[in-house]
Each structure stands twice: as C-alpha cells, then as structure tokens.
C-alpha cells in the first residue's frame, strides 16, 4: 500500500492528518507503516500534481476524499467529517479508506 500526505507548510492541519492516519494505520494492523511526505510549495506544482489543498492523503494514488471542485492551489482544505467540518479527515474515515471501503 502506497500511502502520500501531500502538505502546504503555510497550513498546520497537515499535522493533525498525519496524527490521525498514523492511528487509522494502527488500527488497521499496520502501525509504522511508511507515510511519503511531500511538501507542496509553488502554485505551478500543486496544479502539476493536481493538489485541492492541504492536507490531501492518497493511498496508492487515489484521494479517497475527492474534492467537490476541481481548483488546486497552496490552500488549507477542509474536510466534512461526522463531527462536522475539519481540518483533516477522522480517524474512522482514514481506517475505511485503507480498508478501501468507501
């Protein structure tokens, strides 16, 4: 399983992602497993890679949180989540998109 945290580092809740995907690969029986880091720091590489915002996670290419719109840029993003709206997806939404459920 390839897993990317894609970051702005003008934008903090990448730390929280990393923190909650660190938990969901716990507990999905994968603690310590490798997480790439890739820090996103000009607007012409966020539209390369195609980035909707910090923090945006992948598992083996895919953005199990696809954004409504299709804008990339060096902005914070903000996920809906059970709790109401967030900086980073929960920890249950990381455990079923590594379990690939959607």
């Known amino acids: 399983m390839d897993i990317e945290l894609l970051y702005f580092g003008g934008c903090p ?14 507990i999905t029986g994968n603690p310590g ?3 790439s880091l890739l820090a996103v720091e000009t ?15 992948r598992v083996n290419g895919h ?11 060096l902005t914070c993003r903000v996920y809906t989540t059970p709790e109401g709206l967030a900086g980073a997806p929960a920890v249950d939404e990381l455990v079923r998109a590594l379990n690939g459920e959607p």
């Open 63 to 73: 953005d199990p949180f696809p954004a409504a719109a299709e804008t990339y840029g």
């Open 13 to 26: 809740n990448w730390h929280l992602a990393q923190e909650h995907l660190a938990q969901a690969l716990t």
């Open 43 to 57: 607007d012409e590489q966020a539209q390369a890679l195609r980035f909707p915002g910090s923090p945006t996670i």
């Open 33 to 35: 497993h490798h997480v």
